[in-house]
């Protein structure tokens, strides 16, 4: 079957600190990856995405490596603000059925 | 910038109400989601639709009802309204088709109380 599983935070950083979240999946077939925000009060928007193997997804600074070998896709960031403190979650999505299996979430809190 | 409303974004009601949350969306998507969301954050899908007159219930059972009679729109219903219904709501669309590659857009949110 198909599962995400991330990291549980939550996860505390200074500011300008590096950040990785990780996340590995078990999928059956080629899943797209995804990595979606979700700020406080807010709806999940998507940071980035990735659709087959050794694709880099990148945005806003952060990046994440789609490695089928390790089935992983961790979230990185050389330097973190305190406008990033919020929830990440890891996704994936089942091409023949654009299904969606998400991970638990993550909660970043960056400090000034 | 997603195409996709929910309201209201904030609802408190008193228990036994019927409450309808609206989800609209100007893509044309086919495919249409309804997720709980529960304080720990973790996301559960309730109701899905893959078209006009298409529901399927998701992996977590809910006693809430959904339709799809125009492409655009996917209310969801609760005859009657229960504390145990207090929740996060998200409504969300994509492209469908058997191969596409696509995310899934979110709308903002509903927070629902009932009191």
């Known amino acids: 079957g198909n599962s995400v599983t991330q990291m549980e935070g939550p996860v505390t950083l200074s500011e300008e600190a590096f950040l990785t979240i990780n996340c590995t999946y078990t999928a059956t077939g080629y899943p797209s990856l995804f990595w979606y925000v979700q700020y406080p009060g807010e709806g999940l928007q998507l940071l980035l995405k990735a659709t087959k193997a050794d694709d880099k997804g990148s945005n806003k600074g952060f990046e994440a490596t789609y490695r089928k070998e390790t089935t992983s896709f961790h979230l990185e960031k050389g330097s973190v603000q305190v406008s990033d403190s919020a929830v990440y979650f890891c996704a994936l999505s089942d091409p023949g059925f654009n299904k969606f299996y998400f991970g638990s979430g993550t909660k970043l809190n960056v400090k000034p | 910038e997603a195409d996709i409303y929910q309201t209201p974004r904030y609802l408190v009601i008193g228990t036994g109400k019927k409450i309808t949350l609206e989800c609209s969306q100007t893509?044309?998507?086919?495919?249409m989601y309804w997720y709980q969301q529960d304080p720990g954050m973790e996301l559960h899908l309730i109701h899905y639709s893959y078209g006009v007159n298409s529901t399927e219930k998701g992996d977590l059972s809910s006693e809430s009802t959904v339709s799809r009679i125009r492409t655009e729109h996917f209310p969801l219903t609760l005859e009657s309204a229960r504390p145990s219904h207090t929740s996060q709501y998200l409504c969300?669309?994509?492209?469908w088709g058997r191969g596409l590659n696509t995310e899934a857009f979110f709308g903002q949110g509903t927070r629902l109380t009932v009191v």
């Open positions: 969300a669309s994509s492209e």
């Open positions: 893509m044309g998507h086919d495919k």
